[in-house]
């Protein structure tokens, strides 16, 4: 089996925030091939200098290799403006692509562009082999394009470093009021992330609850676009130090700016809650929680996008409302009252972390759906499996398939009935069984694919539909393990098996008495698969010809099925939509010469 190289695109600190720390751990695991972009703000002939450098280079690596890329993209338009091109040039030199969206805002970045751009986003999103979001919350970013939805796999964030066996896996709170209860803010001081709420919080519990509290604030003022009370980061900064002077909190509040990992460590280990009341429209999944969960911190956050996958409500942290420091306040003076729960909660964090997102969690799920791209197809399973999802999405995008869906599922509805028992051998993405199902037939759907499998049960799910998918190959290992039926389908499945003459007589052994076999086979009459080979052998394409084992004429094909037992009813030649195809009939030739795909209607004598 050949091993396709890795590469990794994006950013590395700095500038730091969740996206570049997760980038950094990924790239410190993977020994592999790394394009880093510019993060750096302000910097706007720098940042073009380095990316058009990248793309020079992304040219001259995929030119000489096939790759699996992975990508972190963004969710604005400057930034799909730089994604696009990564994404296009990496398609069309033939690698694979995975994108990874840490943020939780691309459905209303979509939703702003105008049409022109909505349909190159679709586009360029239609052309990843798999797209990776932080929970399954997030999967309705991406309703505006359902055919996306196989493609979605979640990869929850993950602790950035390892934690040391001997932290604290529960925290108390201080009994001596002369000990302060500690809090912390972790993240960029930007309005949305609701720091000023923070602040204001702790103004209360000082001036109206008494309580002796040390609020440490760790990050980079930021003025970003969703601000609502300050128009300007200097106003932002004055109103900061100018509440703590009026409110006498110079002793209770301290801002560290950016912190070192080994300085926010140490803050971690002795603060008793952390506090991130985020509304930030490219909010995600805070690795900030993640790490304060790690060290047992109690969690004061809000029920917003990947957050509402990562925390249960008074069980392994607490939800507050944005813009509400009164509701924050109450919060911890219930907890500060009611240690004993203040304890449970700790204790649940540092679980729910452990059992969730720790660092190897991350990464062995994230490179896992990396390597799962990184091997070549060496049979006919690994191929269709590689290229499951672009396979179910022809469907909606080839004429060839919708032929192929048209001419099929009109022998449907002249010989399969309702109630019929139908086995769907070679089924891929489930199209035939959907469609069989729902005419109220009873289904089992076959196939080899682990990721065929995949799109069948996501397509059962949608439909609710009970449709037995297994993953099984041609010839069955043992057809006792499936009942008798009335109806067996194999669309352009048996030219794939070496020996296909046994997987007919066990489709005979598993039909009842006059049951129907629908099958489909290349035709070797079509002019075309007379120089298909020479044409593979020219361009490699198409892809799939590599893996076909047989070939044959109808004639042929139909003596063997009689042989076993089988009589043709009705025969189909198709498509009739290729260039191919269109250009012989111009000039008369019959479709048997013409249309590359045969399917027989047979049953069983």
Known sequence: MIKKSILLIGIIPPPINGQTIAFQALVDELNVDVLTLSGKRNAIFSKIFIYFGLLFRLIFKLILRKYVVYHTVSQSKEGFMRDFPIVFLSKILGSKMIIHIHGGNYDSFYKAQKPFIQRQIRQMLMQTNSIIILSENMKKMFDFEPQ??????????????????????????????????????LSNLIESKGYLDVLEATSILVNEYGYNIKTDFCGEFIQYGDAQRFATLSETKHFFYEFIAKNNLENHVHYHGIIEVEKKKKLLKEAHFFILPTNYINEGQPISIIEAMAYSCVVLTTDYRGISDMITAYNSGIYVKFNNSKEIAFEIHNLIQHPIKYQRISYNAHQNYLENFTKEIHLKTLTNEIKSYSFEPTNAIEFHSDSAVEF?????????FQQRFKVWTILFKKYIKPEMKVLDAGCGSGIFSIYLALKKCIVVGIDGSEKMIELCNHYQ?????????????????????????????????????????????????????????????????????????????????????????????????????????????????????TIFSRLSKMVGLNEKNTNTMFVGVYKLR
């Open 461 to 577: 799910r949608i439909n609710d539909l009970k449709i037995s998918f297994i993953q099984a190959i041609l010839p069955f290992e043992n057809i006792h393990n499936f009942a008798k039926q009335d109806v067996v389908l194999c669309s352009s499945v048996l030219e794939y098996v070496a020996d296909y003459e046994i997987v007919i007589q066990q489709f005979r052994e598993l039909l009842n008495p006059k049951g129907i076999l629908i099958i489909s086979m290349p035709n070797k009459d079509s002019w075309y698969r007379k120089i298909e080979k020479y044409i593979f052998n020219l361009t490699g394409k198409p892809p799939y010809y590599q893996y076909i084992q047989h070939i044959l004429t109808e004639n042929d094909f139909s003596k063997r099925l009689k042989y076993y037992g089988f009589e043709l009813q009705e025969l189909t030649y198709y498509p009739h939509t």
């Open 392 to 400: 179910d999405g022809k469907y909606v995008k080839s004429l060839q």
């Open 148 to 185: 996306l939805l196989p493609k979605l796999k979640v990869v929850k964030n993950g602790l950035p470093w390892n934690m040391e066996s001997n932290e604290l896996k529960v925290k108390e709170l201080p009994v001596n009021n002369n000990l302060p209860i500690k809090i912390i803010f």
